[in-house]
C-alpha cells in the first residue's frame, strides 16, 4: 500500500461545477497536510494546509480526519484556471514529506 | 516570499557526461531538497540537507551525489549521466510549518 493515495483522474468538470478530492495515508502518526497545486510542465505550489478543524481560502475548502487518516479538497464554483494537477501532501517525523502522485483536474466552459 | 532559483530550465547531456544542477534559496534556510518527478511516479526524494555540510540520502540516491558548501546553494552532482536519469529535478526549501517551496525545476534529457 502506498504511504499516500490519490484517485488520478481526470477530473473532467464544467465551469462552476463543485468538485471534491480525497487523500488518503497510511501512517497515523503524520504531522502535517497540505495541498499543492501544479501547473503543466512547472512547479508544485502550496494550495493551502489542511488542519482538522477544517479550514478555507475563498472557493477552497481543505479538510483532515485523522480518524479515517483522509484529507480532502473541496473547490466550489469552478473556473478554467483551476485545471491543474493536485498534490495530497503528508508530513512524518522529521522533515519527512511524502506527495501523492496528484489527482488532475480538467474544467471546461 | 521565497524565492528558490534552479541554474538551467531545460538541460540536454550526453551519456557519461558529469552533470551540476545548482540550487539557491534567499530564505536562509537551513533544509534543502532535491526530488524527481517522473510521470505516474509523482515526487521521489533524491537527498535532502538539513545544514551546510550535511546530507542524509533520500529514497533514490544511487546515480547522485550532492554538495552543500553554503547555506542559500544546493547542488545535485550525476556523476556519470543515463538515459534513466532523463527527468524533471525539483529543488525545495522548507520553512517552519514544514511546508516546501520549490525552484522552477530542470527538465534534463540524457541521450
Known amino acids: 500500500r502506498k504511504e499516500v493515495e490519490q484517485d488520478p483522474g481526470p477530473f473532467n468538470v464544467p465551469e462552476g461545477a463543485t468538485v471534491a478530492f480525497n487523500c488518503t495515508y497510511s501512517?497515523?502518526?503524520?504531522?502535517?497536510f497540505f495541498w499543492y497545486r501544479q501547473d503543466c510542465r512547472k512547479e508544485p505550489k502550496l494550495l493551502m494546509s489542511?488542519?482538522?478543524s477544517g479550514n478555507e481560502d475563498g472557493r477552497f475548502t481543505a479538510q483532515l480526519n485523522r480518524a479515517s487518516q483522509y484529507i480532502s479538497l473541496l473547490i466550489r464554483d469552478s473556473k478554467l484556471s483551476d485545471s491543474a494537477t493536485y498534490l495530497c501532501?503528508?508530513?512524518?517525523?522529521?522533515?519527512?514529506?511524502?506527495f501523492g502522485a496528484g489527482t488532475r483536474l480538467f474544467v471546461k466552459a | 516570499d521565497v524565492k528558490v532559483t534552479q541554474s538551467s530550465r531545460y538541460l540536454v547531456k550526453r551519456t557519461g557526461e558529469k552533470v551540476f544542477l545548482e540550487c539557491v534559496q534567499d530564505?536562509?534556510?537551513?533544509?534543502m531538497f532535491w526530488y524527481r518527478q517522473d510521470p505516474g511516479l509523482g515526487l521521489r526524494l533524491i537527498y535532502f540537507?538539513?545544514?551546510?555540510?550535511?546530507?542524509e540520502k533520500g529514497d533514490i540516491p544511487e546515480g547522485y551525489s550532492v554538495s552543500r558548501e553554503k547555506k542559500e546553494r544546493f547542488s545535485l552532482i550525476l556523476e556519470s549521466a543515463s538515459t534513466n536519469q532523463t527527468s524533471m529535478y525539483l529543488c525545495?526549501?522548507?520553512?517552519?510549518?514544514?511546508?516546501?517551496?520549490f525552484g522552477p525545476g530542470t527538465r534534463l534529457t540524457v541521450t
Open positions: 501532501v503528508v508530513v512524518m517525523g522529521g522533515f519527512k514529506t511524502i
Open positions: 540537507s538539513y545544514d551546510v555540510k550535511m546530507k
Open positions: 525545495a526549501t522548507i520553512a517552519g510549518g514544514y511546508e516546501q517551496y
Open positions: 489542511v488542519y482538522s
Open positions: 501512517n497515523s502518526a503524520s504531522q502535517s
Open positions: 530564505m536562509d534556510h537551513e533544509n
